[in-house]
């Protein structure tokens, strides 16, 4: 596989779209918004920089990456030898897209999705061909991030899961074989990390603050409020939904008044410069 493309140029899609590139793949971004497509490439090309001054890479390597790079606002574009869509969580949206490419692109096409949540099986059953559908489910940010799942539909062709494999390998990642459940593994695990915090913070028992900086002191990375600004509260907050309904309203999956709230003020997290925090 040596030609890319990646739908969605938000969060996810842009680092997508640069990890292909510094691994040397011919990728097409697009986007369906012409601003997303100007913010993706802007992000690609800071992320590039950051990576020049940090000393990991070179200005050679730098504009090597970039002219592997093209941008799209045209979806007749839309054809190659694997297509990632990083669009947003809604089943209805990948499957009508996935639809759409099945009727431009060659039987060779390898279609993947970067769902957090949404069963690989589910999207894929109004396609012809099912077969051609597999889950690569980066995460964020996409070209720093070594873990990949890659997770097969009970009808994905196993040549193509193996393929998945062995190119998410060629990216430098790390690639785990995932059965198609629910939120898969991370996101199943980690979706306590979001939802007690937003209870605990509900309740009055600490702040936004005072969470992030314990959870961080004991070892994470990021504390929960600062990761789903990250994240984006609008995408955290439909992966959540989307396990809760697939969990059969499992209480402990239960999304979060307060989060409901931020998503529908437009306070996004750093996308919109708003969420759990300011971004100026
Ligand atoms: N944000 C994360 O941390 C994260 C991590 C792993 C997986 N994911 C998954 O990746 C996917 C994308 O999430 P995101 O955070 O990048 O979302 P996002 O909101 O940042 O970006 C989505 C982009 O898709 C574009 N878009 C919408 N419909 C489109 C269409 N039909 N064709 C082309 N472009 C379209 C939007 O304009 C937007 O730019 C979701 O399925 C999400 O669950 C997100």
Not at 15 to 25: K, R
Not at 81 to 105: D, M, P, T
Request: hydrophobic share 40%; proline share 3%; charged share 20%.
């Amino acid at each position: 596989m040596k030609n890319v493309a990646v739908i969605g140029a938000g969060v996810m899609g842009s680092g997508i779209a640069l990890a292909c590139i510094q691994s040397g793949y011919t990728t097409l971004l697009f986007d369906v918004h012409a601003t997303a497509l100007k913010n993706g490439l802007q992000y690609i090309k800071e992320q590039l920089q950051l990576s020049v001054d940090k000393g990991k890479s070179s200005q050679k390597m730098t504009e090597k990456a970039l002219s592997l790079l093209k941008i799209t606002e045209n979806r007749e574009d839309l054809k190659a030898e694997l297509i990632i869509e990083a669009i947003q969580e809604n089943i209805e949206s990948k499957q009508a897209l996935f639809l759409y490419l099945e009727s431009i692109n060659s039987l060779q096409s390898i279609f993947a999705t970067n769902t957090s949540s949404i069963p690989i099986t589910q999207i894929a059953a109004p396609l012809k061909h099912a077969e051609r559908i597999v889950g690569i489910h980066f995460f964020n940010p996409a070209h720093i991030m070594k873990l990949v799942e890659i997770i097969p539909g009970s009808s994905t062709d196993p040549e193509i899961t193996q393929k998945s494999i062995q190119w998410a390998k060629s990216l430098g990642k790390t690639a785990v074989l995932v059965a198609d459940s629910p939120g898969f593994i991370v996101n199943r695990v980690a979706r306590h990390y979001y939802v007690e915090s937003l209870k605990i913070l509900e309740e009055n028992v600490a702040g936004i603050e005072s969470i992030d900086l314990l959870m961080e002191q004991t070892g994470f990375k990021m504390g929960p409020f600062k990761l789903m600004d990250l994240i984006g509260v609008d995408t955290n907050f439909a992966v959540t939904s989307s396990l809760f309904q697939q969990f059969h309203f499992d209480a402990k999956f239960q999304p979060n008044r307060i989060q409901q709230q931020k998503v529908n003020a437009g306070h996004h997290g750093r996308k919109t410069k708003h969420g759990f925090y300011h971004y100026p």
